[in-house]
């Protein structure tokens, strides 16, 4: 059971290690370290329609 909550944890710093990588300065690790798990979704919604849109326009869509 331990270890399932240790992946989780890496698994959940490394998810937002790359958020505050895309945010590039808007919101920090430790800024989002402190937020709840659906403010941490909503970004990620953001950046994955972010993305999506790039691939279709085929163009960087910041």
């Known amino acids: 059971m331990l270890e399932g909550y240790e992946k989780e944890v890496k698994r959940l710093k490394e998810h937002i290690a790359k958020l505050s990588?895309?945010?590039r300065g808007g919101?920090?690790?430790?800024?989002?370290m402190q937020m709840?798990?659906?403010?941490?979704?909503?970004?990620?919604?953001?950046i994955d329609e972010n993305m999506e849109l790039s691939k279709k326009a085929k163009q960087l869509i910041l």
């Open 21 to 23: 990588w895309y945010m």
């Open 27 to 32: 919101v920090t690790y430790e800024q989002l």
């Open 36 to 46: 709840c798990l659906r403010d941490i979704s909503r970004f990620t919604d953001v």
